[in-house]
């Protein structure tokens, strides 16, 4: 299976037999991106290299949080998500927990799990807490996709295993707890050849490396014609609540090359002249640390698909995904557009020429992709919905263009998938999506029911009985604090009954929906928005409550006890 998932050829017409054996062949197999990767080296005279590889470097991010509180939410033992749970007094508003230093207890956990992947001959190598209160992030040595891809999900359930050990359980959902930051799994992507080069190293003199900017130009028109399926590599149930919440990119697909690279393509695409500039100088104003001069190429946070310096930062993958579908789907809508590339430059009778032409061509037809500007704000949805930029918002809306007779030709021209598999591939993801949404639902509905309805009700009587109690000993006076507290609570019970119904029909409904693609929507549209708004409801009780009385540990318990 992972030989396909990173763009190894396929004959379409293979049977499951011939594809096993296809498969034992790996070795004798160049992948789709190599063949076409290495067809564009040679027109540029490089006659060493033989084979071409894409690395990747998966940043895995985490929450952990202790085990006896895990075990009494029943939302993370059966969804891996909280369902229910009013935000603390303090979040991730002061930054404390990403610049604060790592906790013993996380810390021991770290060393261990370092250790542990080390004996796999997983080199994870940097390690360090992230923004939201008891989350965290740990990251390897690049690899090539496929030992990534394995390696990825061996480091998820060694994660899982050694939490267990130290009494901790480790989240890897997309977004765990409403209100502060989710986990993503930023997908490091980059070329490289078996003699060490890489292909996206712009050098010092970037501007006149016109073998860096052809390749940079095929990722560049790969990402724009392709911004479909780079949002259906990451669509998920769980990765929904997470992209556009300003912690994640949004849905729009765009590129980030920062400002140095930025002026690059514009000198080319205008046939200007092109001056480097020097890089600012960040001055520290203090006597014991040097100045520094600013990496112009820095990461753009905000943006979906980031050039950082040699390589491209993928951020919309979701913490619990597998990057194979990510790195399948990138490296063969590259290997695409370098097969186009080469189609033309083999036929070229002065290369450099023709190259710098080509990549004019390219730049001027797919500049609309580039965006190095706060993909967070307003005005770049406005500006992008100008531009023509596809905003699939959620999994029922992007996947079913899987299917597209474009994306059906591509993975049909390089043997990567055929018909049947993409619609095979299709409706499984569509189908999951919805039993994600109702196993969510109905466990919503178990907590409202069981758990939550008694709790509150028990709380108010112990309020209807203190009242009483205070009349008892003296009939004039007034227990008006805990009278309009009764009030209150007795008035949202009755409301979150009422959303109770209203979510119990909604599953109901979902059975008479015909169509996987319809009934995920429907999901979507009705089981989701019915969940949303009995937890409303149910977290402005939870703000009303004794904490004795309500069922579960709160919000803050679980983010601040480890």
């Given at each position: 299976m992972a030989v396909i998932t990173v763009g190894w050829p396929v004959k379409n017409d293979a049977t499951p037999a011939t594809r096993s054996q296809t498969h034992s062949q790996q070795p004798r197999i160049s992948p789709v991106i190599s063949v076409q990767a290495l067809r564009i080296l040679r027109v540029f005279g490089d006659t060493v290299s033989t084979r071409v590889e894409t690395t990747v470097g998966p940043e895995q991010e985490y929450f952990l949080i202790d085990k006896e509180v895990f075990k009494k939410r029943k939302d993370l033992i059966y969804c891996g998500r909280t369902l229910f749970g009013a935000r603390p007094p303090k979040g991730q508003e002061l930054d404390d927990h990403y610049f604060g230093t790592i906790k013993p207890r996380v810390s021991a956990y770290m060393k261990e799990l370092d250790e542990a992947l080390w004996k796999y001959g997983i080199y994870a190598k940097t390690k360090h807490n992230e923004v939201a209160p008891a989350q965290h992030e740990l990251a390897p040595v690049f690899d090539s996709s496929n030992i990534a891809t394995d390696h990825n999900q061996l480091t998820m359930a060694t994660m899982k295993d050694i939490a267990d050990k130290h009494g901790l359980v480790c989240l890897l959902h997309e977004k765990p707890f409403a209100g502060v930051n989710g986990s993503g799994k930023h997908n490091n992507w980059s070329m490289s050849t078996n003699t060490g080069k890489n292909l996206l190293d712009p050098s010092k003199n970037p501007r006149e490396n016109i073998q860096f900017l052809v390749f940079l130009a095929a990722v560049i028109r790969a990402v724009d014609e392709h911004q479909d399926l780079l949002r259906i590599s990451v669509a998920s149930a769980g990765n929904d609540h997470r992209l556009g919440?300003?912690?994640?990119?949004?849905?729009?697909?765009?590129?980030y090359l920062g400002d140095d690279l930025s002026e690059v393509l514009r000198s080319v695409m205008y046939n200007e002249t092109y001056e480097k500039k020097d890089a600012p100088i960040m001055e520290t104003n203090a006597d014991v640390l040097p100045n520094f001069v600013k990496d112009t190429s820095d990461r753009n946070r905000t943006s979906p698909f980031a050039f950082t310096g040699n390589k491209f930062e993928f951020r919309m993958v979701g913490s619990s995904e597998n990057i194979a579908c990510t790195n399948t789907i990138i490296n063969t809508i590259v290997a695409d557009v370098l097969s186009d590339f080469a189609d033309i430059l083999e036929k070229a009778e002065d290369v450099k020429t023709t190259a710098e032409?080509?990549?004019?061509?390219?730049l001027l037809e797919h500049k609309r992709i580039i965006f190095n500007g706060d993909n967070y704000s307003e005005e770049w949805a406005a500006e992008a919905e100008k531009r023509g930029l596809l905003n699939y918002r959620s999994l029922p809306e992007a996947l079913p263009h899987y299917t597209d007779e474009k994306n059906v030709a591509l993975f049909g021209k390089h043997g990567i998938y055929t018909e049947v598999e993409l619609r095979?591939?299709?409706?499984?993801?569509l189908e999951n999506y919805s039993k994600i949404i109702n196993i969510e639902a109905l466990t919503a509905l178990d907590m409202s029911k069981k758990d939550i309805v008694p709790a509150v009700t028990a709380y108010i009587k112990e309020l209807a009985e203190t009242i009483g109690a205070l009349k008892a000993i003296d009939p004039e006076l007034v227990a008006q604090p805990q009278l309009e507290l009764t009030k209150k609570l007795t008035s949202l019970l009755s409301c979150f009954?009422?959303?109770?119904?209203?979510l119990e029909k909604a599953v109901m409904g979902a059975k008479d929906v015909e169509g996987i693609a319809e009934n995920a929507m429907y999901y979507r549209d009705h089981v989701l928005?019915?969940?949303q708004e009995l937890r409303a409801v149910a977290d402005e009780m939870e703000s009303n409550m004794a904490a004795k009385y309500w069922p579960y540990p709160s919000y803050g318990t679980m983010l601040f006890s480890v």
């Open positions: 919440a300003h912690e994640a990119p949004p849905a729009v697909i765009s590129m032409e080509l990549v004019r061509k390219t095979s591939r299709t409706e499984i993801i009954m009422k959303k109770i119904d209203v928005a019915a969940m």
